[in-house]
């Protein structure tokens, strides 16, 4: 079965440091990749999809960066840390299909990382 | 671009009665799909239901069942005999149909509580 595994599930950063989050899938190849921010109180907004290594498409205009290394790994990166970057960051994971239709492979997501600005 | 809209922030209801939340959505598409997802306060994200735009019947999951409007582009989720266990935050989302990524677009979220 697929599993996929977020870390760490708490971050306490100091403004201006920098930033790593980790997402691996297991027991799949050629996921597409996503990560998610979530706001209090709000919605999921997209920031980072990815439908192969090395692909990044970024969703909006933002102080983070994503990379995909390896095939099931997602990074989230930031170089210096913004107080608005504060929020909880999901990834999930998706089924990519030959036929380009992905409404049958629904998003599986990771149990979050929440990351806190001080 | 699609959007999509829930308008009650916040809900309650009996344990073992019903309750209707409400989503619309904005969009040019004919092709796309429409989702629930559940966010209990564990915070993991789970999928509820799935409604092809392409049918007609609406979809059912036991207790979960939508009301799906196209032509009013809503997708309300009734939940039949709530449960404790059904206190969460509920999204809805959309996706575009054929050549699309799989990207999810979300509602503001609802957040119910069930009480006893």
């Known amino acids: 079965s697929q599993t996929i595994h977020q870390w760490p599930a708490t971050l306490v950063q100091p403004v201006g440091s920098p930033l790593s989050l980790e997402c691996t899938v297991e027991g799949t190849s050629n996921p597409n990749l996503y990560w998610y921010r979530q706001a209090a109180g709000r919605g999921l907004q997209l920031l980072f999809y990815s439908v192969g290594i090395g692909q990044i498409s970024s969703e909006v205009p933002q102080n983070l960066s994503a990379s995909r290394p390896q095939d099931r790994q997602f990074i989230l990166s930031s170089k210096k840390l913004l107080l608005s970057d504060s929020g909880f960051y999901l990834c999930a994971w998706s089924v990519s299909t030959l036929m380009g239709t992905y409404g049958n492979q629904p998003q599986h997501f990771g149990d979050g990382t929440r990351l806190s600005i001080l | ?116």
């Open chain 2, 1 to 116: 671009a699609q959007t999509v809209t829930q308008s009650q922030p916040e809900m309650s209801v009996q344990e073992a009665e019903t309750v209707t939340l409400s989503c619309t959505y904005d969009t040019s598409e004919s092709n796309y799909y429409l989702f629930w997802y559940k966010q209990p306060p564990s915070r993991q994200m789970i999928l509820v239901i799935r409604q092809e735009a392409y049918k007609q019947q609406n979809a059912t999951e036991n207790r979960f069942s939508v009301n799906f409007q196209k032509a009013a582009k809503s997708f309300s989720l009734k939940i039949s005999d709530s449960q404790l266990g059904d206190t969460a935050m509920y999204f809805c989302a959309f996706m575009k149909g054929r050549g699309n990524t799989g990207k999810l677009i979300f509602g503001q979220g609802t957040t119910l509580q069930v009480k006893p």
